[in-house]
């Protein structure tokens, strides 16, 4: 609904006040609504952080709490003691100190209250449930960071991802250009060739190239990650050409007339014109070659070394399916550049997205 | 696809000189444009023509990279076989199941949460806007593993929540019944771009015709379903036809989730990770060159029989 027609809405029900206070209502149900649509589409986060901070054992402990936490213990005079969730006589939960554990009647003590001395409680301290204390295991970062060899794999996967995503750019700066700004025969035709790779499955060349990179012993190398980037794919030559188009031609006949050349036309003038737009495939792309699975896991398979994050990483899940504490804290490492940088830039992202995506 | 023919630049070429083919082709302007172009042309060649050939040719052999020498010609072999490829015919029933469910799932969460995120009424939309869109940004195999801890039986929050209003869940990886619906509960993360595209489509829909549909009596559903649905019927074409591409090469989430063996009992074989092991993992890559090219066929028909059927639902106002 535009901003217009709710004016009107508004208008429309009784007194200016009524009208007021029924689109007060209708925007903080509106927003309600939002806020309860985003915490369960993102409560799979919350998760991922609250297992990434609690120790392996309170996975499968029984009655413990769903954030992280470890099992309070009390020291009473020079002795740790486990504390429990205790009944008191008038019903409430009390955190008391089990000192002396016995079948059917026992001794606490209250942390809160130690000087008061010991409580005898009757009842089997064994129907008890331990109390859980907020705690962060901070442990398992540490230890993932190790056993999945984080610093090989970053590196690893910015080499990959920098290299084709320089090459990338650049071809598809130059590519955008000859289709914006000259005229040749068949061009039209070649545009659209261009788009119908969109469609074509990478599958049917996949095992052409496997074979001719096999032959040039390429497989187990980074070259079948970088090297095609370097001929301008036609995502990022459609958006920058989109946005060539809408830099004005006076600008380059203005520079044609002063002799500049197509080269310098185009470093001179196009590329500081559509400074969004190649951030926005720069992002782009390096986000996408950071992500990319299926093909690093063809030509690195054996290869471990030489693997960037997303293999290493589905790697690491597959050897400790049984410790998801670890492997949460993996994940979360995994993700946190990606979505800090796209805070950071995400109005590049957006309007990649927007621009790149309507007009096909 | 809007072309926009222009005409600079023709005053490289002399005036009077006479315009044949090869006078245009090797005129000044079109030489430095084909220079420019050029990585694409070496690219489509090197990367895409003669692989498609190659990969074609290929898919009559019976093509094993560690005994290249001994390739045979075998014909249609390999296309006969897959009539009575068990495997094959359940990984395409698994896939065909899978887009029926995630792709009208996705489509539809996707243009709810683009509708949501439009209202004028919603305080902070854009704040919204890119919590919806964050998912997307989170690497495939990460946000994979953070449903994997989700859906775990044991201590997965999933269950814990279905437990709390009195549900028993189910073991969701593990059983072949649940896997598909969980795969397609994952994918509901990757409404990003489509929830994007779903907004710039309603930002340009005229409010006149909201207006005009008021005057009329219309309700909201009756503007939905009058001004809204038609008015955005290009771009949920558009979605469609990519949500329907990305399911037939749908990877990923399936090779984590059963460590590349399409478990449980092949209910997560897709096409594409019956290809792989096809290729990779047995390299029969002759047979992998044959499903290669019949993935293509299927995305090419789909995506033409879609097109055919287009003009009967998808709104062309007189611009577009």
């Given amino acids: 609904m535009s901003a217009v027609t709710a004016r009107r809405e508004r208008l429309r029900g009784g007194s200016v006040l009524q009208g007021h206070m029924r689109g007060f209502t209708a925007r903080a149900g509106i927003t309600l609504l939002a806020i309860t649509t985003v915490s369960i589409f993102l409560m799979p986060l919350v998760f991922m952080v609250a297992t990434a901070f609690k120790d392996q054992s309170q996975l499968t402990a029984p009655g413990a709490p769903l954030y992280p936490a470890q099992p309070e213990t009390f020291e009473y005079e020079g002795e740790q003691y486990p504390v429990f969730d205790v009944p008191d006589v008038d019903g409430t939960i009390r955190a008391w100190a089990l000192i002396e554990a016995h079948r059917e009647d026992s001794v606490f003590v209250d942390p809160a209250n130690p000087d008061a001395g010991p409580i005898t409680w009757v009842g089997r301290w064994r129907t008890l449930e331990q109390h859980w204390a907020f705690s962060l295991n901070t442990g398992n970062f540490a230890n993932a960071w190790d056993t999945v060899n984080f610093p090989r794999l970053f590196f690893n996967t910015f080499a990959i991802a920098g290299l084709s995503t320089l090459f990338a750019v650049v071809s598809a700066i130059c590519v955008a250009y000859g289709f914006s700004r000259f005229r040749f025969p068949g061009r039209n035709g070649l545009f659209v060739v261009m788009l119908a790779t969109i469609i074509l499955p990478f599958q049917v060349t996949l095992v052409p190239s496997y074979a001719v990179y096999l032959a040039f012993g390429w497989i187990g190398t980074w070259w079948p990650l970088i090297i095609p980037h370097a001929f301008a794919n036609a995502y990022n030559v459609f958006l920058l050409r989109q946005y060539f188009l809408t830099i004005p031609r006076e600008l380059d006949e203005a520079a044609m007339i002063d002799g500049a050349g197509p080269l310098r036309i185009l470093r001179s003038i196009i590329v500081p014109q559509a400074i969004p737009a190649i951030v926005a495939v720069s992002l782009f792309h390096f986000f996408f070659a950071w992500n990319e699975y299926f093909l690093p896991l063809v030509y690195l398979q054996s290869e471990p070394d030489l693997q960037p994050l997303s293999v290493g990483l589905a790697r690491f899940n597959a050897l400790y399916s049984q410790e998801p504490t670890l492997i949460q804290a993996a994940a979360i490492m995994a993700m946190a550049l990606p979505v800090v940088v796209f805070f950071l830039a995400q109005r590049a992202f957006m309007r990649g997205v927007v621009f790149g995506g309507v007009e096909k | ?320």
Avoid: C, K
């Fill in chain 2, 1 to 320: 696809m809007a072309m926009t023919p222009h005409t600079t630049g023709s005053a490289a070429l002399p005036i009077g000189a006479v315009p044949t083919r090869w006078g245009r082709l090797t005129s000044r302007e079109s030489l430095t444009g084909l220079a420019f172009v050029a990585p694409f042309i070496i690219g489509f060649v090197v990367f895409s023509a003669l692989p498609m050939i190659a990969s074609l040719v290929l898919s009559f052999t019976d093509f094993d990279p560690r005994r290249a020498d001994e390739t045979r010609f075998i014909g249609l072999d390999n296309y006969a076989r897959m009539l009575r490829d068990p495997v094959l015919l359940q990984s395409l029933w698994v896939t065909v199941r899978f887009a029926l469910l995630v792709v009208p799932l996705t489509l539809g969460f996707a243009l709810a949460v683009a509708l949501l995120v439009n209202n004028t009424l919603l305080f902070g939309r854009s704040v919204f806007r890119t919590l919806f869109y964050m998912p997307m940004q989170i690497p495939i195999v990460a946000s994979t593993i953070v449903w994997i801890g989700v859906l775990n039986a044991q201590n997965g929050w999933l269950n814990y929540g279905l437990g709390a209003v009195g549900i028993d869940g189910p073991n969701w990886l593990q059983s072949a019944t649940w896997v598909g619906p969980s795969l397609a509960l994952m994918g509901l993360w990757g409404i990003g771009n489509m929830m994007l595209i779903f907004l710039a489509g309603l930002q340009s829909v005229p409010t006149e015709l909201y207006d005009a549909a008021r005057v009329d009596g219309a309700g909201v559903w009756g503007r939905f379903r009058h001004v809204t649905l038609p008015m955005i019927s290009p771009v949920l074409f558009y979605n469609l036809i990519i949500a329907l591409i990305a399911t037939f090469q749908y990877f990923t989430q399936a090779y984590v989730v059963s460590n590349g063996r399409g478990d449980p009992d092949r209910a997560t074989l897709f096409f594409n990770l019956n290809l792989f092991r096809e290729a990779f993992t047995f390299f029969n890559m002759g047979y992998a060159s044959a499903l290669a090219w019949l993935l293509f066929v299927i995305v090419l028909g789909l995506t033409i029989v879609l097109f055919r059927t287009a003009g009967s639902w998808v709104f062309e106002g007189s611009e577009r």
